[in-house]
């Protein structure tokens, strides 16, 4: 029989492949910040609800040294060193310590609880995307030479898609937890 940590293991896998294919989709330039919309982020979100906070680490921390090492695997076939350096280097940080954050917090919440939808969807919202927001603008401040307060301003506009996004994520995780080939694994 297949061990629980195998199969983690094989999901970590499956969804560092997923996040190399959303990173096919091009962003969409925004004019007054040098960071995209993208659907990429998506897929980091929903890493963390599928598979907590160690695996996540994994299947993303594997994902962004793909990128690290210049493998085009970043939104718009993009990656490389630079690019963490770069206007987007703090949101590639906060994918990377995300698991830690939103991933302890659902697991601390689910052991005491049956988490309904709409405390978990805020929870991603507050702890995934406002999170990884948080970071990107503190890096995208330093790094060119904004305001703080202008960096997290501009940083509204990807709101009301990285809402939809974590809905999608809480969504689609809730629905997969559920499968009999997936239910063994959580
Ligand atoms: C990169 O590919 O260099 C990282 C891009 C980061 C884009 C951030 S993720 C959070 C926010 N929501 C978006 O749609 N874009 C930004």
């Known amino acids: 029989m297949t061990s629980q940590r195998t199969k983690k293991l094989t999901l970590a896998a499956m969804m560092t492949a997923i996040l190399i294919i959303l990173g096919f989709f091009p962003g969409i330039p925004l004019g007054f910040i040098p960071v995209p919309i993208i659907i990429q982020n998506l897929g980091i979100l929903l890493t963390i609800e599928l598979l907590g906070t160690k695996y996540s680490l994994l299947s993303i921390g594997l994902f962004l040294v793909l990128a690290l ?10 990656g490389g060193f630079a690019i963490f350096l770069g206007p987007t280097g703090g949101y590639l940080l ?9 991933g302890t917090i659902l697991h601390i919440l689910k052991q005491h609880q049956h988490l309904s939808w709409w405390l978990e969807f805020i929870i991603v919202v507050v702890a995934g995307v406002l999170f990884i927001d948080l970071i990107g603008s503190i890096w995208l401040s330093v790094q060119s030479h ?7 301003i501009s940083n509204l506009a990807f709101l009301p898609g990285d809402i939809i996004k974590a809905g999608l994520a809480v969504f689609l995780a809730r629905r997969l937890r559920k499968l009999p080939s997936l239910q063994t694994i959580f």
């Not at 090492?69 to 993009?78: D, E, I, K, Q, T």
């Not at 906060?94 to 939103?102: I, M, Q, S």
């Not at 904004?146 to 997290?152: D, E, N, R």
């Open 146 to 152: 904004m305001p703080l307060g202008t960096a997290l």
């Open 94 to 102: 906060g994918w990377l310590l995300v698991p830690l954050v939103l």
């Open 69 to 78: 090492f210049g493998l085009p695997v970043l939104s718009g076939g993009r």
